[in-house]
Structures are given as C-alpha cells and as structure tokens.
C-alpha cells in the first residue's frame, strides 16, 4: 500500500520561501504520476502541480512561483514556494496515482500545514 508522508510547512512571512517535500513508500515511486493539491480554510481543495508522465502543470496562482520537481532516487517530490502571498496559506497535500487519476484512485498524504503572514 502506498503511503505518503508530506513535510516542510511552517509559518512565513509575504514573499518568503518554503520547500515542501512528500516521500512516497510502498510503490515504486517512478510509476506514479505526482501531483500537489492545497485547501484553505473554508475552501475546496484545488490543484496546485503535477509531475505528469514527463509533463509538468501549474496552476495559474503557481505559475512563476512554484516549482515542482521529483528525485526518483529518493521516492521524493518537492514544491519548492517562492515569493509567498498571504493567500497561499492552506493545507497543502501530495497525491500519487500511476495514471493521474488523483481524485479517483489516487493516494494520499495528511497534509502539511502552510501559514503566510502579511
């Protein structure tokens, strides 16, 4: 069973910098498509990026901030958060599914919490 463990939120201040980091066990991490996902308080959850069979998409609210990248020697992928807003504060989540089918048979993780402060 495949399990994901998120990790690296915390508070920041507007315009700072957080990398999240989710590591994946219980599969063989370079079969799963990896996708990061984010609920604010109050809100549905939205998409945020993915790591899509060789393709990468963002968001329009993380395009030219975020960054999405994978190191499949370390079952890892990362969302490294540049230039925060005070909107971007949510539980952000990782999600593993071997076709991108995160919603329907995908795995996920708890969550990491990440707060930016104006």
């Known amino acids: 069973q495949v399990q994901l463990v998120e990790s690296g939120g915390g508070l920041v201040q507007a315009g700072g910098s957080l990398r999240l980091s989710c590591a994946l066990s219980?599969?063989?991490?370079?079969?799963?498509?990896m996708g990061w996902f984010r609920q604010a308080p109050g809100k549905e959850r939205e998409f945020v990026a993915s790591w899509s069979g060789g393709t990468i998409y963002y968001a329009d609210s993380a395009k030219g901030r975020f960054t999405i990248s994978r190191d499949n020697a370390k079952n890892t992928v990362y969302l490294q958060m540049n230039s925060l807003k005070p909107e971007d504060t949510a539980v952000y989540f990782c999600?593993?599914?071997?076709?991108?089918?995160?919603?329907?048979?995908?795995?996920w993780g708890l969550g990491t919490q990440v707060t930016v402060s104006s």
């Open positions: 999600a593993a599914d071997p076709r991108g089918d995160y919603e329907g048979s995908g795995s």
């Open positions: 219980g599969g063989t991490f370079s079969s799963y498509y």
